[in-house]
Nanobody
Framework: QVQLVESGGGLVQAGESLRLSCAAS???????MGWFHQAPGKGREFVAG????????RYVDAVKGRFTISRDNAKNTLYLQMDSLKPEDTAIYYC??????????????????WGQGTQVTVSS
């Protein structure tokens, strides 16, 4: 099992950048990781995922070319670099770990540990 704590959210203007971090305890390097977000009144949605070794990633179409997911297993930390932010990116962002090692899932049920979330707000 993994315990996760997100940080790095905040209020920015459209076009600016943020880097989210997710600090993990437990056997972080054994798990694939993902970032999800949830806007007010909406469900939690997949944003980006990364394999346990960082060699493969996937992104929802809306963030391709703008967001970069990465990890540093030596530091037990997951990152989401968010560039060219848009107002529609406004949401609470969560990191999560998955038991899957051979593929990247975008399904919530495939992730077993979750952080508390960090708020990202992008103004026009």
């Amino acid at each position: 099992q993994v315990q996760l704590v997100e940080s790095g959210g905040g209020l920015v203007q459209a076009g600016e950048s943020l880097r989210l971090s997710c600090a993990a305890s437990g056997r972080f390097s054994r798990y694939a990781m993902g970032w999800f977000h949830q806007a007010p009144g909406k469900g939690r949605e997949f944003v980006a995922g990364i394999t346990w070794d960082g060699r493969n990633t996937r992104y929802v179409d809306a963030v391709k070319g703008r967001f970069t997911i990465s990890r540093d297993n030596a530091k037990n930390t997951l990152y989401l670099q968010m560039d060219s932010l848009k107002p529609e990116d406004t949401a609470i962002y969560y990191c999560a770990s998955s038991r899957l090692m051979n593929r990247l899932s975008d399904v919530l049920a495939d992730f077993h540990s979750w952080g508390q979330g960090t708020q990202v707000t992008v103004s026009s």
